[in-house]
């Protein structure tokens, strides 16, 4: 396989059947450009490395746990006690090996079969500093 020209970064915690939903999306895309799928787990307690073990036979998924406590970084939490997905993001943009960094989420779904494509396409025709 090629360098991937997209990393989509995924911070989640416990959404596993909705991002199984998302990936499932991966699978219906027309001729998509070279990515990866970097999930950036905030310690889930749900079913999700099994999900992933099943989806990465046909996804390019990496897998990083962030073990960090809440009580380690206080600075990086939500109003509701939470861990920002800052904290995964930064993870993510120095694990990434894509052209370009796709921050993401667990509930976007690339419902039209041509979504990577165009994203792709917009990846290498706009600066490098382009925001999707």
Known sequence: MSAPLLSF???IF??????????DTFLCQVDP?????????????????EMLREMAFHLPIRYFRLDVTRADLPMWRTPDGANSPVLAWNVGIRQA???RVVISSPEIIHRAPWNLVNLGRFAVSESPNAAV
């Open 9 to 11: 970064c995924y911070p």
């Open 14 to 23: 416990n959404r596993a059947d909705l991002f199984a939903r998302t990936l």
């Open 97 to 99: 090996r894509g052209q």
């Open 33 to 49: 450009p070279p990515y990866e799928i970097l999930v950036l787990d905030d310690g889930s307690t749900d079913h999700l490395r």
